[in-house]
C-alpha cells in the first residue's frame, strides 16, 4: 500500500541503533519518503522545574544531529530530527501513529536475550510496522521470510512481506510450522494416518493464506514452506539465517488477545536472524 507517511528510527547512539539508522535511511530512499530521526528524553524521574531538563534535551539534540549527519549525503532521502520527551516506549508508541514505520535497534545482549525490554515494549505496543535491527553484517542477503499460521495477523503479515519483495525484487519464502508433540506421538495418540490428515489440512491452511498473490503480484516468485520438525520461533530462525528481511505478525492465533505481543513474535526477537518486521493487526 502507497503511504506518504515518513519513516521513523530512534537512536541512542549504540551500535545497534547506528545500524538501525543506516538501515531506516536506505528503506526510506528507495521508498521516497521523508526520513525522522527521534531521541526519547527519559525525564519522569525529574522534578520540574530544574536545569537538568534542558541539559538533557541539548544533549539529546547534539546526538540526533551526530546520528544524522552519519547518514546525510549518503542516500537521496530528506532526514529531519525530533527530540520527545516521557517514557521511552511510551513516547514511541504515541508517535506510531504519525508514521509508516517504526525503526529500533535491537539493544545489547542480556540475560533475558538480545533485545532490551524497551525495544521489546516498543515492537510490541506500537501502531504501525517495527523493525528491529541488529548489528550483523546483512551484505549479500537474499530474499524476505514472513511467518504464517492462518491468524488475521499472519494474512496482514504475508501482505507486508509480499509488497516488499516485489518492491526489492526479491523472492518470498512463506513459513508455516506446525510442531507435533513428542508426547502424541510417543504414547500412539498420533497415528500416521492422523499425522498426514493434520499435515494436509495445514498445508491447505498454508495454500489459502498465499493465494491472492500471484494476482496481486504476477512476477513475485513465492516458496511455501510447511515445517514439522521445529517450533515455529525456531523454524522462522532457521528459515531467515541468510535472508534480508523477516516478517512476522504481532499476535498469532494460539496467542492470549490481551498479550501485546505473541510468544512467537517474542522469541524471534530476543534471537534475531537478521532484520525483523513486526506487522500490528489493524482491528475495527
Not at 521508498?31 to 525525564?43: H, N, Q, W
Not at 534535551?57 to 532526514?79: D, F, H, N, S, Y
Not at 507486508?160 to 518470498?172: V, Y
Not at 500416521?192 to 493464506?209: C, F, H, K, N, P
Request: charged share 20%.
Amino acid at each position: 500500500m502507497r503511504t506518504s507517511k515518513p519513516i521513523a528510527v530512534a537512536t541512542n547512539d549504540s551500535p545497534q541503533s547506528q545500524a538501525a539508522v543506516t538501515w531506516a535511511a536506505s528503506r526510506a530512499a528507495k521508498a521516497g519518503l521523508p526520513l525522522i530521526i527521534l531521541y526519547v528524553v527519559d525525564d519522569r524521574w525529574v522534578a520540574e522545574p530544574i536545569p537538568w531538563t534542558g541539559a538533557l534535551l541539548e544533549k539529546g539534540e547534539q546526538l540526533l544531529e551526530t546520528a544524522a549527519g552519519r547518514v546525510r549525503g549518503t542516500l537521496p532521502v530528506e532526514i529531519t530530527t525530533k527530540v520527545l520527551e516521557g517514557g521511552i516506549a511510551g513516547s514511541l508508541r504515541k508517535y506510531s501513529t504519525q508514521v509508516s514505520m517504526l525503526v529500533v535497534g535491537s539493544g545489547a545482549p542480556h540475560l533475558g536475550g538480545s533485545l532490551t525490554d524497551r525495544a521489546l515494549q516498543v515492537a510490541a505496543a506500537a501502531k504501525c510496522p517495527v523493525a528491529v535491527i541488529g548489528d550483523r553484517d546483512v551484505e549479500g542477503r537474499q530474499g524476505v521470510v514472513v511467518g504464517v499460521d492462518g491468524s488475521e495477523d499472519a494474512t496482514e503479515a504475508v501482505a507486508f512481506a509480499a509488497a516488499e519483495a516485489d518492491r526489492e525484487g526479491q523472492e518470498l519464502t512463506v513459513v508455516y510450522a506446525i510442531w507435533e508433540p513428542d508426547k502424541w506421538v510417543d504414547s500412539g495418540a498420533l497415528t500416521g494416518t492422523l499425522a498426514q490428515r493434520i499435515r494436509d489440512e495445514e498445508q491447505m491452511v498454508l495454500s489459502e493464506t498465499v493465494s491472492g498473490l500471484r494476482e496481486d503480484y504476477p512476477d513475485l516468485v513465492v516458496h511455501k514452506v510447511l515445517d514439522t520438525e521445529m517450533e515455529p520461533a525456531g523454524a522462522l530462525v532457521r528459515a531467515a539465517a541468510k535472508a534480508q528481511l523477516l516478517v512476522v505478525g504481532s499476535r498469532g492465533r494460539g496467542g492470549f488477545k490481551r498479550l501485546l505481543l505473541g510468544s512467537t513474535a517474542h522469541a524471534v526477537l530476543t534471537h534475531l536472524p537478521c532484520p525483523t518486521v513486526l506487522t500490528p493487526i489493524h482491528r475495527k
